[in-house]
């Protein structure tokens, strides 16, 4: 699934089963790395670090919003395709692909081909 030079992922999610979860399926679908973040200011610090090709962010992380983390990413680094996986998609609004918890890996790489065929 992931191309030649798209092959980092950030995971911005507070719940760590479910991070395991999307990292196992993100690398299913062929990301070689991936990061995972918590909060806004440890996202943008792994963001900085290494720049990611994807995000999946949650709608509510510890301190704020994934809307939020993404918001000072995309500020900071210039445009990254999201999805957002959550289980509040109400909050997320018209913002990129939702993938609803609970998700398969289907219904996340489905979101990936979706999201890198408008990148």
């Known amino acids: 699934m992931a191309a030649a030079g798209r092959s980092h992922a950030l995971i911005i999610e507070d719940e760590m089963i479910v ?4 990292e196992d399926m993100l690398t299913h ?6 990061d995972i973040a918590n909060d806004a200011a440890s996202a ?3 963001a900085y670090k290494h720049r990611p090709a994807m995000i999946t962010a949650d709608g509510n992380i510890i301190g704020g919003t994934g809307m939020e983390a993404v918001d000072q990413i995309i500020r900071a680094l210039g445009e990254i395709p999201v999805i957002y996986v959550t289980g509040t998609p109400e909050f997320i609004g018209g913002r990129c692909p939702v993938v609803m918890k609970p ?3 289907k219904t996340l790489g489905d979101a990936c081909a979706r999201v890198y065929k408008f990148h």
């Open 44 to 46: 943008l610090l792994c």
């Open 29 to 34: 679908l062929g990301f070689d790395s991936v």
């Open 103 to 105: 998700f398969s890996t």
């Open 19 to 22: 991070a395991l979860t999307l």
